[in-house]
């Protein structure tokens, strides 16, 4: 089993920073994907980011260039360093893994850290 703890999260003004982390402790192999996901009031969970084994990165259209995800294989963590804040950027934001294991899929979820974004 794996469990993931996220931190980071807090209340910013627009314009300000947060970094979040999240370690995965537990039976987990280091050919994972590890990913950030959110999920705003009255609206669907989406895609922040994610990061593969191989260090390639995605990011949804609405970060680019103001948020940027890095893991440290070492210690099983993944990080959101989020900068120029915006309003919209509020939600509570989740970490996740994804991993193939003898040919089946697993997908491991953290709790969730609230991320708000106000003056």
């Known amino acids: 089993q794996v469990q993931l703890v996220e931190s980071g999260g807090g209340l910013v003004q627009p314009g300000g920073s947060l970094r979040l982390s999240c370690a995965a402790s537990g039976s987990i192999f280091s050919t994972n994907t590890m990913g950030w996901y959110r999920q705003a009031p009255g609206k669907q969970r989406e895609l922040v980011a994610n990061?593969?084994?191989?260090?390639?990165?995605n990011y949804a259209d609405s970060v680019k260039g103001r948020f940027t995800i890095s893991r440290d294989n070492a210690k099983n963590t993944v990080y959101l360093q989020m900068n120029s804040l915006e309003p919209e950027d509020t939600a509570v934001y989740y970490c996740?893994?994804?991993?193939?294991?003898?040919?089946?899929?697993?997908?491991?979820w953290g709790q969730g850290t609230q991320v708000t974004v106000s003056s």
């Open positions: 990061i593969f084994s191989s260090g390639m990165t």
């Open positions: 996740n893994v994804g991993e193939v294991v003898a040919g089946k899929s697993y997908s491991y």
